[in-house]
């Protein structure tokens, strides 16, 4: 993101950019998997103490799914400020400070999708 | 004269042989979990195999895929060491060398 050309400013930025916990991209990587483990670890605990109407399997793959959101995220800082929040995510639910409903929230949309064929946005009221 | 009384109790920590492993049971046991790893095909897996290049596995199906395996073996692999964990044969030399089975 930062290589691209015509950027000596912007490559001199970003070597003066203070990282937030990882230097090299390695270190970011490893975070991001030491993350996942930790979380995949978890799973058969969470489902067993807040007794939610979920498999394993869903678990897996919904926490797979919020990784591949971020997939393509190629800035070490935010790399390592999402690794920080899922971490944060991840003390709360273990902890049982969080309750049912919000290990459901991961699951449930809670807001109403945004229609997007024509007849959808017609009787919703928007402009095409 | 005194007899030299033996030692009637010994104390023994468990050495890979006295626990019954040997490579092959390694071998048997790794390739049992990585076919048990739905996202591999079965057809497709050999021992020279290489998880990101043929099986078509990514960074995370790779950790999930050493997670069953520190599960099945019970010790943790750390992370340097996990980076270059890219085929069974790898996996297989790697806990024979932790485990202090011969390996050939």
């Known amino acids: 993101l930062m290589s691209s050309a015509g950027g000596t400013l912007i490559r001199q930025a970003v070597k003066e950019a203070k990282p937030v916990f990882s230097a090299t991209s390695e270190d970011a990587r490893r975070r991001v998997l030491n993350l996942y483990r930790a979380w995949f ?14 498999t394993l399997p ?13 997939r393509q995220v190629n800035d070490i800082r935010v790399i390592d400020l999402l ?46 | 004269q005194h007899a030299i009384q033996r030692c009637s109790q010994w104390r023994c920590y468990a050495s890979a042989s006295s626990a019954g492993l040997s ?38 199906d790779h950790v999930e895929l050493l997670m069953a395996i520190e599960d099945e073996f019970g010790f943790e692999i750390p992370d340097q060491d996990a980076e270059k964990l890219n085929k069974p044969s790898d996996i297989i030399k790697y806990l024979c060398e932790k485990m202090e089975v011969d390996y050939k």
Not at chain 1, 60 to 67: A, C, I, T, V, Y
Request: charged share 35%.
């Open chain 1, 41 to 54: 670890r978890q799973l058969p605990y969470i489902i067993r103490e807040y007794d939610v109407p979920l």
């Open chain 1, 58 to 70: 869903m678990c897996r793959r919904k926490l797979r799914e919020n990784f591949e959101k971020y």
């Open chain 2, 23 to 60: 490579q092959d049971k390694i071998t048997e046991r790794v390739m049992t979990v990585i076919k048990l790893f739905e996202k591999i095909s079965a057809e497709k897996l050999t021992i020279e195999s290489h998880f990101m290049k043929e099986l078509g596995l990514d960074s995370l």
């Open chain 1, 83 to 128: 690794v920080a929040k899922g971490q944060m995510e991840l003390v709360e639910t273990a902890h049982m400070w969080k309750q049912k409903t919000h290990v459901m929230d991961y699951f449930k949309q809670t807001v109403t999708p945004k229609p997007t064929d024509f007849l959808g946005k017609f009787f919703d009221g928007k402009e095409p």
